[in-house]
């Protein structure tokens, strides 16, 4: 990947964004922000549908992507939690 400046950001695909906190992900069950959330819901944070059971389970794919995405971030845009979208930008 090339060298990007302080002026050139990634775009931070929405599927790797926590829907409720609207941060990067660490981990795809997020377990602290969700646990919140099933405290007070019976409803999924993305979909808001009724969910059919509350037991986190860890999507390992899903993690091992975001890390890979977040090792190619600049430095200074995972520090500052930028998220753009290019489409908006242009």
């Avoid at 829907?19 to 819901?41: C, F, N, S, Y």
């Avoid at 890390?67 to 600049?74: D, G, Q, R, V, Y």
């Amino acid at each position: 990947m090339e060298n990007l400046n302080n002026n050139q950001f990634i775009e931070i695909p929405e599927d790797f964004l926590w829907p409720i906190t609207q941060e990067l992900m660490e981990d795809p069950v997020e377990r602290e922000a969700i646990t919140k959330w099933l405290q007070g819901h019976h409803t999924s944070p993305l979909t808001n549908r009724n969910l059919t059971h509350r037991m986190l389970q860890e999507n390992f794919t899903l993690k091992k992507t975001i890390n890979t995405f977040k090792e190619n971030l600049p430095k200074f845009q995972i520090e500052n939690q930028i998220k753009i979208d290019l489409n908006e930008a242009i």
